[in-house]
């Protein structure tokens, strides 16, 4: 069944507005290119060799801190595999820093290695920041069980009310909708997140696979 915002509404949802958290990540990471650079420079020129290791190690470290700030800016962006590679990078990159301190020769690769890393973990949060942020969410009862059987194809993980993925369903590698639970001002919610989409046409096109008028019918069941 093709679904709109329109048609979410219909069935009880309301759009949640995602908040943008660019900047918080973006910050310390600006601040990581300097002893990167630093590095690099210190590597072409010869001077201070000794201390290459400490400024990579230092760069991922920033890099790393933003990049948790970017990821925990949506919930369940380490489903998506473009981003859990970029924030795997990033933290193997500061034990690589670790092992060439112990061997100076090993001072390119280390460099090659974080400079790469880098890339991959922008490559990430571009991802994340550019998706339209296809929220939706409805009041529940935390002692409803979700109605596992009117959702096709998906990966249920609970049926019990959780802040944690209750259920995901993959369109692709980086593309997926996850149902999860949320409280905000003591009341629980729960919440249809799609990932993954930057556009009206994407969210209209994907089949998430649930029977709506059953899904809404279930509900009210259960809460007579």
Known sequence: MDMDIRKMRKFGWRAVPVENKASKALFPMAWGFLPM???????????SAEFIP?????SMMLMLTGGIAGVSSRVGTLNASKVGIGLA????????????????DRVLFGLIYSSVSIYLLFKALDFIFKDAGYVFEMRWNPKQKLPHELLSDWDVKT???????MAIKRFEANQFVQIYG?????LPYLRFDVFGCQTREQFKSLNFGVDWPLFQSSISSQEE
Request: aromatic share 22%.
């Open 37 to 47: 650079a630093f590095c690099w420079i210190m590597w072409f020129t010869g001077a």
């Open 54 to 58: 400490w400024f990579g190690a230092l």
């Open 89 to 104: 990078s990033v933290c193997f990159g500061v034990m690589v820093w670790g092992f060439v301190s112990q061997n100076q």
């Open 159 to 165: 049926t019990r009310f959780s802040q944690t993925c």
């Open 182 to 186: 949320s409280i905000h001002d003591g």
